[in-house]
């Protein structure tokens, strides 16, 4: 027979997840969103309207009435407050206002299929954007967001590259001998593991949360660099520093968040000769033999990162520093950024010659 005193042990694990949902109230239709785009992302990153055999998966038109019927629930479960900030409505209504004119456009396109086709898409982009900004949410429901993208994208990148790696023509995964898949397209497949790179090192600069997460955070963001790099965008090398450079800069802990870029760029520096060997190496005959050996890199990498993570982040809890010692470090990391920024623009100025 329960009692009390068995019930409250579930009661106090229960408190947690029922403050969250009671403070950020449409919490879960945000989350199913979420589910929603990493889906679109193995769906041939949402290109294509509908499923079907040739191009399984979420089509972007069933996957914009899910995120419409969510709006809907939403709005009518729990009305946006009133007023609403002035740069939210001046977003909506400029957003609202390219919508209605991707519509109007369809009047004088000459291909007016291909106009009706992305007018609907500006309306999915309406919809995401309405659902994630009518209503206020809080840092820990933000950052639950935030994580959820970021795991999302990294299972999905783990699952493609383990059906590439077992499959009997694994250059189906491929287009000239760079990583295509899930979504058809080099630079697309680069930008989707880079989307999930960067909410995934966010979590493990984040010490509120727990440790277990930040390793499983650190290791997912070492796996999707290397991804990216098996898909060798020359747009993404030289984008890729600048931004990793704004990430530090603008995140609050810049100490965490050095460390943790610090971490992956320095594990996928050593891993490297395996990735880029995939394409630079090629022959049809050791095709297979080159992923597997990328594969395991990969996998080697992304755990070792998880276990770096996750003592960091049980070592991070133990100390405290003070407000003096926390603007020191963070000045420090400044610096070292500024120090990275000087020192790569004078190499890039002399290879220019």
């Not at 740069?87 to 909506?92: E, Q």
């Not at 493609?160 to 397209?185: C, Q, T, W």
């Not at 020359?234 to 943790?260: I, N, T």
Request: aromatic fraction near 8%; charged fraction near 10%; proline fraction near 6%.
């Amino acid at each position: 027979m329960r009692t009390t005193e068995t019930l409250a042990p579930a009661r106090g694990r229960l408190e947690r997840p029922l403050a969250l949902l009671r403070a950020n109230p449409t919490l879960i239709p945000a989350l199913a969103a979420v589910v929603i785009l990493v889906a679109l992302g193995g769906s041939e990153a949402g290109f294509y309207p509908i499923g079907n055999r040739e191009h399984p998966g979420l089509g972007w038109y069933p996957a914009s009435l899910l995120l419409l019927a969510l709006l809907v629930a939403a709005a009518i479960a729990v009305p946006p407050p009133r007023p609403l900030p002035r740069a939210v409505v001046a977003a909506l209504a400029l957003l609202a206002g390219f919508t209605a004119w991707s519509y109007a456009s369809i009047a004088w396109a000459e291909q007016q299929g291909v106009a009706w086709d992305g007018a609907n898409r500006t309306a999915l982009y309406l919809l995401v954007f309405a659902l994630f900004a009518l209503w206020p949410i809080t840092a820990r429901a933000g950052m639950l967001l935030l994580g959820a993208l970021g795991l999302g994208i990294t299972g999905l990148g783990l699952v493609e590259l383990l059906k590439a790696d077992a499959s009997a023509e694994p250059l189906l995964y491929f287009i000239g001998v760079r990583l295509a898949e899930p979504a058809g397209y080099i630079n697309a497949n680069v930008a989707l593991w880079t989307l999930g790179l960067w909410p995934c090192l966010y979590l493990a600069c984040a010490r509120e949360v727990h440790p277990v997460l930040r390793g499983l955070a650190l290791g997912g963001a070492g796996l999707l660099g290397c991804l990216a790099l098996l898909g060798q965008s020359r747009g993404w090398v030289f984008a890729l520093p600048l931004a990793a450079l704004l990430f530090v800069a603008l995140m609050p802990g810049r100490a965490r968040a050095l460390a943790a870029v610090g971490a992956v760029a320095v594990g996928i520096f050593f891993a490297r000769g395996p990735l880029l060997a995939v394409h630079d190496a090629f022959t049809e005959a050791g095709f297979d033999g080159l992923l597997a050996d990328a594969t395991r890199s990969i996998l080697l990498l992304a755990g070792v990162l998880a276990v770096v993570g996750l003592l960091a982040a049980l070592a991070d809890r133990r100390v405290r520093l003070t407000q003096a010692q926390h603007r020191t470090v963070d000045r420090a990391a400044i610096v070292a950024v500024a120090i990275v920024l000087l020192g790569g623009g004078g190499a890039a100025v002399a290879a220019a010659g």
